[in-house]
Antibody, heavy 122, light 110 residues
């Protein structure tokens, strides 16, 4: 079955760089139409899309956070990595990865990871 | 900065019908934005319900349906159950400009 699992630090200090890893199973990152998104949710607030990467290595980023984000994938390890620079306490949130299926005429987000809470504090 | 707007909160009686909407600051929502809808209960990850306007996932209950309504994406719940009380989010795809989530609708079943 399809699963996604986020991993990374629980606590980061202001100005540090956050690196999160999404390990997937049940599908291949090299399969056509497959992709992975990163999404975050501050405590008590709404979901915020951060970035996605498709199997053809096409990438897209949130316009407001683009300068701070980098998404990449390692197909052999079934992993997608998100880095976010210059972390600030307002970046405290649960970070989710989710699977994308895409094609001409279709874009969907179907399976989600359980999420990982990242706290930014000195 | 593109903004996607949802009703902050709605209340529905058990067995009733309710429609949640999703509007884009760029103009009318069309099928080309591939609207997706998600349900999130407290302490849980979101669960996908609808993709590309009106398509259901294999696990989506039949009482949930998606459509376009008056220039917005819409999610209709018919025959609402108590377990449908949750936060609902829409997502719109802007192609190379990325993806934006709505602010969420808190649905109360009362």
């Amino acid at each position: 079955q399809v699963t996604l699992k986020e991993s990374g630090p629980v606590l980061v200090k202001p100005t540090e760089t956050l690196t999160l890893t999404c390990t997937v199973s049940g599908f291949s990152l090299s399969n056509a139409r497959m992709g992975v998104s990163w999404i975050r949710q501050p405590p008590g607030k709404a979901l915020e899309w951060l970035a996605h990467i498709f199997s053809n290595d096409e990438k897209s980023y949130s316009t407001s956070l683009k300068s701070r984000l980098t998404i990449s994938k390692d197909t052999s390890k079934s992993q997608v990595v998100l880095t976010m620079t210059n972390m600030d306490p307002v970046d405290t949130a649960t970070y989710y990865c989710a699977r994308n299926l895409y094609d001409y005429g279709d874009y969907q987000v179907d399976y989600w990871g359980q999420g990982t809470l990242v706290t930014v504090s000195s | 900065q593109t903004v996607v707007t949802q009703e902050p909160s709605l209340t529905v009686s058990p067995g009733g019908t309710v429609t949640l909407t999703c509007a884009s600051s760029t103009g009318a929502v069309t099928s080309g934005y591939y609207p997706n809808w998600f349900q999130q209960k407290p302490g849980q990850a979101p669960r996908a319900l609808i993709y590309s306007t009106s398509n259901k996932h294999s696990w989506t209950p039949a009482r949930f349906s998606g459509s376009l309504l008056g220039g917005k994406a819409a999610l209709t719940l018919s025959g609402v159950q108590p377990e449908d009380e949750a936060e609902y989010y829409c997502l719109l795809y802007y192609g190379g400009a990325g993806v934006v989530f709505g602010g969420g609708t808190k649905l109360t079943v009362l």
